[in-house]
């Protein structure tokens, strides 16, 4: 059975860091979009970042770009979310997700992804 668990989350200033953990198990070919997602109370899901496992390929929000890094250790089937210049309104839910085998690119689309962590939240104050 696959299983997404994520860790890492925390409480920080503005203009802090955390970095964010999401370990996958329960299959093993390396074929994989493997996405960070966030929902603040009352707002949408929004897609925040993701990696194609297969060849490293990633794409950001424009709301992250150039503070958020999305990397991978593929040894330990564990992705990772750097998260720098953190502001209050990245304060959210952050959700790990995995789209096993995917067909074309990874995108931010929380549809297509099929398995789902149980989140772990970052606040960040003023």
């Known amino acids: 059975q696959v299983q997404v668990v994520e860790s890492g989350g925390g409480s920080v200033q503005a203009g802090g860091s955390l970095r964010l953990s999401c370990a996958a198990s329960?299959?093993?070919?390396?074929?994989?979009?493997m996405g960070w997602f966030r929902q603040a109370p009352g707002k949408e899901r929004e897609g925040v970042a993701t990696i194609r496992t297969d060849y490293d390929f990633k794409y950001y929000a424009d709301s992250v770009k150039g503070r958020f890094t999305i990397s991978q250790d593929n040894a330990e089937n564990t992705v990772y979310l750097q998260m720098n210049d953190l502001k209050p309104d990245d304060s959210a839910m952050y959700y790990c997700?995995?789209?096993?085998?995917?067909?074309?690119?990874?995108?931010?689309?929380?549809?297509?992804?099929?398995?789902w962590g149980q989140g772990t939240r970052v606040t960040v104050s003023s």
């Open positions: 997700a995995a789209r096993l085998l995917p067909r074309y690119a990874c995108t931010l689309m929380g549809d297509e992804y099929d398995y």
């Open positions: 329960g299959y093993t070919h390396g074929r994989a979009c």
